[in-house]
């Protein structure tokens, strides 16, 4: 895991992370992952892609994919992801992630792959559409993150397993091959904030919630997301309490204006002594509404400058290709590709 004094003693450590477009991401996507990568790109040389390769086990409607992957792209920058000193870009513009797959395919065991419990899961989920690229989806993975030779991959606790798996396939083709992958190590969030949906706090916010006011998105106006938040599900007690196991929807109120606070819940819980419910709701959306306003105002004009986004993703894909020509020439050569 980091750890201050030894990132002061080696700068510019590598982190890879990704997020696929799959649509509207919530306030829980930025919790979790986004106020991490801003974090992180103060201190290392970070790449972050928009991982429109790993959508397509999915088969998505091509437009849809299309108006995501753009989307996405532009919300990296409003969210201010700084394509000077981090490399932002699309995963399908830089063709040697595939390429570096196959490569891993071939020193992966099927064995090892099956045990992914988030492929059985959406197995389960999807059992129309179990394609060979929902099984190979975490070796993709492993490309996208070798391929950079990143030292930390900020990833979601869901993602961990296919952390490990891309840690053995690296250590494996090191061991055959020699010394060529770093073998990298997960970052979970540091402020560990899993963020619940509004509507039932027993389960993780995600945009496909049955009930439309679970999640908050991103790019709701502020008065859907005022109304949102008046709507949560709280409990039938006055206090508010952190207290995850008994006070699920309070705690989780609490810890969302915590995490964008920057501040602990033990805090949180001091500014709204003797508060009601009412009071709290209202207070944390007005946060929440002063953290994403300035996001949406500036995802607004990206998106009426087509132009200036479409220069900065082929800017993106060009200093990535860089990189990535760099490991996969390596590869080849290592396995004995003439
Ligand atoms: N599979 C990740 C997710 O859904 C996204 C992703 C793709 C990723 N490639 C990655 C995350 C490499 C970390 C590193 O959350």
Not at 128 to 149: E, R, S, T
Not at 300 to 309: G, M, Q
Request: proline residues 6%; hydrophobic residues 40%; charged residues 25%.
């Amino acid at each position: 895991m980091l750890n201050e004094s030894n990132a002061a003693e080696k700068p510019q450590k590598i982190v890879f992370s990704a997020i696929q477009p799959t649509g509207a991401l919530t306030l829980g996507n930025y919790i979790g992952a986004v106020k991490n990568f801003l974090a992180l790109q103060e201190e290392y040389k970070c790449y972050y892609a928009v991982a429109d390769l790993h959508s397509v086990t999915a088969n998505p409607e091509p437009a849809l994919l299309r108006k995501n992957t753009l989307d996405l792209f532009a919300l990296f920058l409003a969210f201010g992801l700084d394509p000077a000193r981090s490399t932002l870009f699309v995963q399908s513009h830089v063709p040697f992630h595939t390429a570096l797959t196959w490569v891993l395919n071939c020193n992966t065991a099927f064995g090892e792959a099956k045990r992914m419990t988030q492929f059985k899961d959406k197995s389960q989920k999807s059992p129309q559409n179990v394609n060979v690229g929902l099984f190979d989806y975490p070796v993709l993975m492993a490309a996208d993150i070798l391929l950079y030779k990143a030292d930390y991959v900020p990833i979601g606790k869901d993602q961990n397993q296919h952390l490990e798996l891309t840690r053995a396939v690296a250590e494996r083709f090191n061991a055959r091959y020699g010394a060529t992958f770093t073998v990298p190590e997960g970052v979970n969030p540091r402020c560990g904030a899993k963020i619940f949906s509004l509507a039932n706090p027993a389960v993780k916010m995600s945009k496909s919630d049955d009930n439309p006011s679970g999640p908050v998105l991103l790019l709701d106006p502020p008065d859907v997301i005022a109304a949102k938040f008046r709507r949560a599900v709280t409990d039938s007690e006055t206090v508010v309490r952190y207290d995850p196991k008994n006070k699920p929807g309070v705690s989780n109120l609490l810890a969302i204006y915590a995490s964008l606070l920057d501040i602990k819940t033990s805090k949180a819980e001091k500014d709204f002594e003797g508060a009601d419910y009412a009071a709290l709701k209202s207070r944390v959306a007005d946060v929440v509404i002063s953290v994403l306003e300035p996001i949406q105002k500036r995802y607004r004009e990206l998106a009426a400058d087509k132009a200036s986004v479409a220069s900065l993703m082929k800017d993106g894909a060009d200093k990535a290709s860089a990189a990535a020509y760099r490991t996969m020439s390596k590869v080849y050569k290592r396995i004995g590709l003439v």
